[in-house]
C-alpha cells in the first residue's frame, strides 16, 4: 500500500511539473512568425496605431493600412482576422487598452461572427493563455462556466496551440503591413445577388452581449467608434445588418455602408471570391474610405 502511494505521489508530481513547464509556452510566442497565433499575439501585445481596425476577414484583407495611413494622415493598424467577430474584438480591446488608447476605433460589421447564431466563431482557447493578465476571465466563465476550474491546468489553456505553435515560428514572415492581409487571384463568377431569411438574424446572446461591451469599453474612454461595412461581389440584403445599424444608430455611431456600391459590386476584377476582394480591389476600396474618415474626422474636429 506505502508503495502505491509514493507511486501515486511522484506520478502527480510528475503531471503538475509537466503542467507547470507547459506555461512556458507563453514565451514562445514571441518568435511565432505568422498564422492565427502571430497575428492574435501581435495585436494583445505589440500593435500600435493612431487608428485601430477591428473585424473579420473583410477587415483583415479590404484595409490596406497604408493606404489608409497617407490618406488620413496618422498610423493605421489592421487588427481584423479570418473567422471571428465580437468575441475575439472584446479581447482584442483588453489588449490594446492595457498598453495605449487610440485616438480612433473603425469596427468593419460582420453580422454573423458580431451578433447572429448561424457563423460559428473559432475557438477562443487561443487567447486562454492572456485571460488573467489582460482581465478575460469574464469571457471564459460566459463561455463555459467550468472553465475557471479547466484553466487551473496550461495543458488546457495551450491545447489548441501546442501544435500550431513549431509551425508558425517555422513559417516564412508576412512583410510589415501593419496587419493588413491581401488577397490574390480574381473570380471568375458568376454575380449573384442574396437574400437573407429570418433564420439567419437570430441572435446569439453571448454575441450580442459582447459586442455591446467592445462599443461600452471603446466609449468609457470616450475613443470615436466608426462602423463600415465593405462591398462584396454581387447585390446584397442591407437588412442582414439591420440589428448593427440599430445599434449604430441609438449610439449614434456614424455608418460608412458600401455593401453594394456600384463601383465595386460588379467587378469581378476586384474580387479573390464572392466575399472578399484582392489586393487590387482592397487599395481601391482604401483609398475611398480612407478619404470618407478623414473628411469626417475634420468635420468633427477630431484630432490625431
Known amino acids: ?23 512556458n509556452l ?24 493612431d487608428i485601430m481596425i477591428l473585424g473579420s476577414s473583410k477587415a483583415y484583407h479590404h484595409f490596406n493600412s497604408k493606404i489608409l495611413s497617407d490618406e488620413i494622415g496618422c498610423k493605421v493598424y489592421n487588427a481584423g482576422i479570418d473567422g471571428r467577430g465580437s468575441l475575439t474584438e472584446y479581447c482584442f480591446i483588453k489588449g490594446i487598452f492595457s498598453r495605449f488608447y487610440p485616438k480612433v476605433i473603425v469596427i468593419e460589421l460582420t453580422p454573423g461572427y458580431d451578433i447572429y ?7 477562443m482557447n487561443f487567447f486562454a493563455p492572456y485571460k488573467h493578465k489582460y482581465g478575460l476571465d469574464s469571457l471564459f466563465l460566459d463561455i463555459d462556466p467550468t472553465n475557471n476550474i479547466k484553466m487551473l491546468s496550461n495543458a488546457y489553456q495551450y491545447n489548441s496551440s501546442i501544435l500550431r505553435i513549431l509551425p508558425n515560428m517555422l513559417s516564412v514572415r508576412r512583410p510589415n503591413l501593419d496587419g493588413y492581409a491581401p488577397l490574390f487571384g480574381v473570380h471568375k463568377g458568376p454575380i449573384k445577388s ?56 441609438s ?54
Open 1 to 23: 500500500m506505502k508503495k502505491f502511494i509514493f507511486k501515486l505521489i511522484v506520478f502527480l508530481a510528475i503531471i503538475i511539473c509537466a503542467d507547470s513547464l507547459t506555461g
Open 26 to 49: 507563453y514565451y514562445l510566442y514571441d518568435y511565432v512568425k505568422g498564422g492565427e497565433i502571430g497575428k492574435i499575439h501581435q495585436v494583445m501585445t505589440k500593435a500600435e496605431g
Open 117 to 123: 447564431k448561424n457563423w460559428i466563431d473559432q475557438s
Open 194 to 249: 442574396y437574400k437573407i431569411t429570418p433564420q439567419e438574424c437570430e441572435i446569439e446572446p453571448l454575441k450580442y452581449k459582447y459586442f455591446i461591451k467592445v462599443l461600452d469599453e471603446i466609449e468609457a474612454h470616450n475613443i470615436p467608434i466608426i462602423f463600415t461595412i465593405s462591398p462584396a461581389l454581387g447585390n446584397h440584403d442591407i437588412n442582414y445588418y439591420k440589428k448593427l445599424l440599430d445599434v449604430a444608430k
Open 251 to 304: 449610439r449614434n455611431i456614424p455608418v460608412f455602408n458600401h455593401l453594394n456600391d456600384t463601383l465595386f459590386i460588379y467587378n469581378l476584377s476586384y474580387y479573390s471570391d464572392t466575399f472578399h476582394m484582392n489586393s487590387k480591389g482592397a487599395d481601391a476600396y482604401s483609398k475611398i474610405i480612407g478619404k470618407e474618415i478623414s473628411n469626417y474626422l475634420k468635420e468633427n474636429n477630431i484630432n490625431l
